[in-house]
């Protein structure tokens, strides 16, 4: 539970920095997941990237791709966005959504605590996969993680956010639309 908590505080802190209340970023592409495959060995990750799609959707995104992972039923329906979240031994999955009758789909964030993992092995599958690696954000707020790294997708459109707490080798990684006021944070790679 210490991971949920962590995540759905810095994390969340970090990938929604610009909390703006366009409920409208869709991107519409049906084929926007395919081919997308993180593989860290024993954590694999499928990133769901329908954004604006329903809560239904990313019910039958999980039933398809991870069935053996328990939905922790911790909605949040109050305000102008809520979550939901899986979770299997100490990894959790969460997704936020913009608050209406079926949700939309904002940002996706996988976490994983006591699993050691390189940055350099992160790197390397979100560049196999087309990530460009960005540099370090520097973001500031109680909780922060001890590194965050910043990736985007060749078109710029999609945001992929690590981040690293040193404590209990916990670790997330987010997929988002671009926030460009994560630019502000961003000290780019020379």
């Not at 790294?149 to 945001?159: G, H, T, Y």
């Amino acid at each position: 539970m210490a991971l949920t908590a962590v995540l759905c505080s810095a994390m969340t802190a970090a990938v929604l920095t610009a909390c703006s209340d366009d409920n409208n970023l869709v991107i519409s592409s049906a084929d926007v997941n395919k081919g997308i495959v993180i593989n860290l060995g024993s954590n694999v990750i499928k990133p769901y990237l329908q954004f604006g799609a329903s809560l239904a959707d990313v019910e039958a995104y999980m039933q398809e791709n991870y069935a053996d992972w328990t939905y922790t039923k911790d909605d949040q329906r109050e305000g102008p966005t809520f979550t939901t979240q899986y979770r299997k031994e100490n990894n959790v999955m969460v997704f936020f959504f913009y608050n209406t009758t079926v949700g939309s789909l904002r940002s996706a964030e996988y976490g994983f605590e006591n699993s050691e993992i390189s940055f350099s092995a992160i790197k390397a599958e979100l560049e196999r996969n087309g990530f460009i690696y960005q540099g370090k954000l520097n973001f500031e707020f109680p909780g922060a993680a001890d590194v965050y790294q910043m990736f985007l997708s060749a078109d710029n459109s999609i945001e992929v956010q690590f981040a690293r707490w040193e404590e209990d080798n916990r670790w997330g990684i987010g997929f988002q639309l671009l926030d460009e006021d994560d630019m502000n944070y961003l000290e780019p790679v020379n």
